[in-house]
Nanobody, 116 residues
Framework: QVQLVESGGGLVQPGGSLRLSCAAP????????MGWHRQAPGKQRELVAT???????NYADSVKGRFTISRDNAKNTVYLQMNSLKPEDTAVYYC??????????WGQGTQVTVSS
């Protein structure tokens, strides 16, 4: 079982920033797409952002212009820089890693709470 290690969640005031990180084991080869999803209480898990091995990105409309996804291929790590946070961004954030052989893995989730 592949374990993804997430960090960076927490409590922040509206308008603030947080940076999430998610590291896959360095021994894993063939990582294609990495991404972030989130799930708020009582809601379905939704896509936040993805990034391909070539650096192409995709964002949910609700976070465009505020969130930036990036990755460090040498470290098998994906990041999510979140700026101008809103209360509606409150959720558990999960990272995902997909391999070229179509296997996929999820992180354990990290809580992000935006509140004054």
């Amino acid at each position: 079982q592949v374990q993804l290690v997430e960090s960076g969640g927490g409590l922040v005031q509206p308008g603030g920033s947080l940076r999430l990180s998610c590291a896959a084991p360095i021994s894993i080869l063939g990582i294609s797409t990495m991404g972030w999803h989130r799930q708020a209480p009582g809601k379905q898990r939704e896509l936040v952002a993805t990034i391909t091995s070539g650096g192409s990105t995709n964002y949910a409309d609700s976070v465009k212009g505020r969130f930036t996804i990036s990755r460090d291929n040498a470290k098998n790590t994906v990041y999510l820089q979140m700026n101008s946070l809103k209360p509606e961004d409150t959720a558990v954030y999960y990272c995902s890693v997909h391999l070229t052989d179509y296997r996929g893995y999820w992180g354990q989730g990290t809580q992000v709470t935006v509140s004054s």
